[in-house]
T-cell receptor, first 109, second 116 residues
Framework: QKEVEQNSGPLSVPEGAIASLNCTYS??????FFWYRQYSGKSPELIMF????GDKEDGRFTAQLNKASQYVSLLIRDSQPSDSATYLC?????????FGTGTSLTVIP | EPEVTQTPSHQVTQMGQEVILRCVPI?????FYWYRQILGQKVEFLVS????????KSEIFDDQFSVERPDGSNFTLKIRSTKLEDSAMYFC??????????????FGEGSWLTVV
């Protein structure tokens, strides 16, 4: 079983703050890591992916990957109420995607 | 922007009935997937499909399930003899290439199946 662990939350941050979402995984053979956002009753929507150690920035989002620690995170800067959603961490083992249970984020105006 | 489309958006069916969920993947994508999400639970992989055959399937995808690409655009998931525990959101997804470094799968809006 390719475990992907996320803190289910809920995580609450005030508007304008940095939200930090974390994910650990058990399969060292995992190749790529993805962050999806899912609003209630909707489909997962890709935010960004990362496959090299270090940081990757895309607008207000920064993904961080540490393969030695089997840890991937997502930082959301200047959080907005519209960022309130469940954030899904997913990994690609080369054969299929595995998703975590997601972290619920609420941005308080 | 191209998108994966799914029909129906919601279907209610009697236990024991057969259900077909339909998907139109993004036109230049070659790999197709079905995932499901039971209410409040994680997104779970069911099956991947490439070159008109199943390339990978999970333990969930038993003999009750089948997939088909009946023509050049549609991709279907058939559930025979539905059970109450099949109630879930079913997501179709597609990707340009198979899984690998940075290859991304794009999800449709989902088909919500309720078995009563």
């Amino acid at each position: 079983q390719k475990e992907v662990e996320q803190n289910s939350g809920p995580l609450s941050v005030p508007e304008g703050a940095i939200a930090s979402l974390n994910c650990t995984y058990s399969d060292r053979g995992s190749q790529s890591f993805f962050w999806y956002r899912q609003y209630s009753g909707k489909s997962p929507e890709l935010i960004m992916f990362i496959y090299s150690n270090g940081d990757k920035e895309d607008g207000r989002f920064t993904a961080q990957l540490n393969k030695a620690s089997q840890y991937v995170s997502l930082l959301i800067r200047d959080s907005q109420p519209s960022d309130s959603a469940t954030y899904l961490c997913a990994l690609d083992t080369g054969n299929q995607f595995y998703f975590g249970t997601g972290t619920s984020l609420t941005v308080i105006p | 922007e191209p998108e994966v489309t799914q029909t129906p958006s919601h279907q209610v069916t009697q236990m024991g009935q057969e259900v077909i969920l339909r998907c139109v993947p993004i036109s230049n994508h070659l790999y197709f997937y079905w995932y499901r999400q039971i209410l409040g639970q994680k997104v779970e992989f069911l099956v991947s499909f490439y070159n008109n055959e199943i390339s990978e399937k999970s333990e969930i995808f038993d003999d009750q399930f089948s997939v088909e690409r009946p023509d050049g655009s549609n991709f279907t998931l058939k559930i025979r003899s539905t059970k109450l525990e099949d109630s879930a959101m079913y997501f179709c997804a597609s990707s340009v290439t198979g899984t690998g470094y940075g290859n991304t799968i794009y999800f449709g809006e989902g088909s919500w199946l309720t078995v009563v």
